[in-house]
């Protein structure tokens, strides 16, 4: 089975800071990975994925990953964070038929 | 495109008392899902459906229903509510689930349910 660990459940950022929010995954093939983002009381969106075409990944909203076989890690960045990237944000490991999510990090931004 | 659309948003339930969620898409979607969301655990999958009339369990099936006679729709059946079914649930669906591609998934906006 695959799984991810978030190895932070909370980060604090001041706005126009650099974020960085931690993941590693267990796979035993290549996996395909993603960010998604839940804006409070909202659904969740899909940041950016990772499918093997290319190790750095950019998605929306200035968000970037970088998939690290070596350290089986999947880190997601943003050089500077912005007051709307308060969000909870999980990192996704698909396994067979399904998704499996790590238990998210709260992302909280100081003005 | 309506996307993925859940009803209720919200709901109550009394301990035994059975209710239906509901889901459905209009992106002539494969695959469909449900989740159910527990602070500091994620996301879990619950069932689900890789084509109409084809369901299947996924890591927490127990106490639910589902069925998916159409494309579209894939309701999800509480049979006797507990209070261990207090959560906020999510549907997604996603183009197809075949093959090592990743399709995204889309989410619904939630049902939150309270089961006293």
């Known amino acids: 089975a695959q799984s991810v660990t978030q190895l932070d459940s909370h980060v604090s950022v001041s706005e126009g800071t650099p974020v960085l929010l931690r993941c590693n995954y267990s796979?035993?093939?290549?996996?395909?990975l993603f960010w998604y983002v839940q804006h409070p009381n909202k659904g969740l969106q899909l940041l950016l994925k990772?499918?093997?075409?290319?190790?750095l990944v950019k998605g929306i909203n200035g968000f970037e990953a970088e998939f690290k076989k070596s350290e089986t890690s999947f880190h997601l960045t943003k050089p500077s964070a912005h007051m709307s990237d308060a969000a909870e944000y999980f990192c996704?490991?698909?396994?067979?038929?399904?998704?499996?999510f790590g238990a998210g990090t709260t992302v909280t931004v100081r003005a | 495109n309506a996307g993925v659309t859940q009803t209720p948003k919200f709901q109550v339930l009394k301990t035994g008392q059975s209710m239906t969620l509901q889901c459905a898409q209009d992106?002539?979607?494969?695959?469909m899902s449900w989740y159910r969301q527990d602070p500091g655990m994620g996301l879990r999958l619950i069932h689900y459906s890789v084509g109409a009339g084809i369901t299947d369990q996924g890591e927490v099936p127990n106490g639910y229903n589902v069925s998916r006679s159409t494309t579209e729709d894939f309701p999800l059946r509480l049979l006797s509510a507990a209070p261990s079914q207090t959560s906020v649930y999510f549907c997604?669906?996603?183009?197809?689930?075949?093959?090592?591609?990743?399709?995204?998934?889309?989410f619904g906006p939630g049902t939150r349910l309270t089961v006293t």
């Open positions: 992106m002539n979607h494969e695959y």
């Open positions: 996704v490991v698909r396994d067979d038929y399904k998704l499996s």
């Open positions: 997604a669906s996603s183009y197809s689930w075949r093959g090592a591609r990743a399709y995204e998934q889309y």
């Open positions: 796979s035993s093939y290549s996996p395909s």
């Open positions: 990772y499918t093997s075409a290319a190790t």
